[in-house]
T-cell receptor, first 111, second 111 residues
Framework: DVKVTQSSRYLVKRTGEKVFLECVQD?????MFWYRQDPGLGLRLIYF???????EKGDIPEGYSVSREKKERFSLILESASTNQTSMYLC??????????FGPGTRLTVT | RKEVEQDPGPFNVPEGATVAFNCTYS??????FFWYRQDCRKEPKLLMS???SGNEDGRFTAQLNRASQYISLLIRDSKLSDSATYLC????????????FGKGTRLSVIA
């Protein structure tokens, strides 16, 4: 079974803090993705990566950055957390961009 | 026009009923289509792919209508366990284009 793990299920941070969300997949997938999911807005793509050290902006990259130093690990960074970044963050991985396997999500609250 | 549109529901149906969801997409060059299922407070998971010739998996049938640019999901003999949000997903004209998710249709099956 493909496994995608995320470093935390729940996270509470203060405004202005730098936040790191980690995602690890164990299936040697080339492609990894970060989404946020908010009620009424659905899944929105933040960043994605098709290879190590490669990254592409998704639909809502502002306020975020990513890092992919190893194939299995894709990190999302909130440079200076703000309250409007309170959300559910979902990481996914895939082979050739087709079926995506999601991690369990990190519910981030910024106060 | 939004890329992928779904009726948000909720669809409230009794056990044993047949229910159908439609999803429209705007990019006529889209090549691949999927239905994902997301249970409450869980991550999305692939339910089934949608092929040009249609696809049936037990009680679930997915159809594609390229001329009208919509896909459908039919669930027969609904079970309580079918209660979830169903996400329509479209891939553009390249295998490595990120998936585009609809906002989902919520289904509640009632005893």
């Amino acid at each position: 079974d493909v496994k995608v793990t995320q470093s935390s299920r729940y996270l509470v941070k203060r405004t202005g803090e730098k936040v790191f969300l980690e995602c690890v997949q164990d299936m040697d997938h080339e492609n990894m993705f970060w989404y946020r999911q908010d009620p009424g807005l659905g899944l929105r793509l933040i960043y994605f990566s098709y290879d190590v050290k490669m990254k592409e902006k998704g639909d809502i990259p502002e306020g975020y950055s990513v890092s992919r130093e190893k194939k299995e690990r894709f990190s999302l960074i909130l440079e200076s957390a703000s309250t409007n970044q309170t959300s559910m963050y979902l990481c996914a991985s895939s082979l050739y961009g087709y079926e995506q396997y999601f991690g369990p999500g990190t519910r981030l609250t910024v106060t | 026009r939004k890329e992928v549109e779904q009726d948000p529901g909720p669809f409230n149906v009794p056990e044993g009923a047949t229910v159908a969801f439609n999803c429209t997409y705007s990019n006529s060059a889209s090549q691949s289509f999927f239905w994902y299922r997301q249970d409450c407070r869980k991550e999305p998971k692939l339910l089934m792919s949608v092929y040009s010739s249609g696809n049936e998996d037990g009680r679930f049938t997915a159809q594609l209508n390229r001329a009208s640019q919509y896909i459908s999901l039919l669930i027969r003999d609904s079970k309580l366990s079918d209660s979830a949000t169903y996400l329509c997903v479209v891939i553009g004209n390249s295998g490595n284009t990120p998936l585009v998710f609809g906002k989902g249709t919520r289904l509640s099956v009632i005893a």
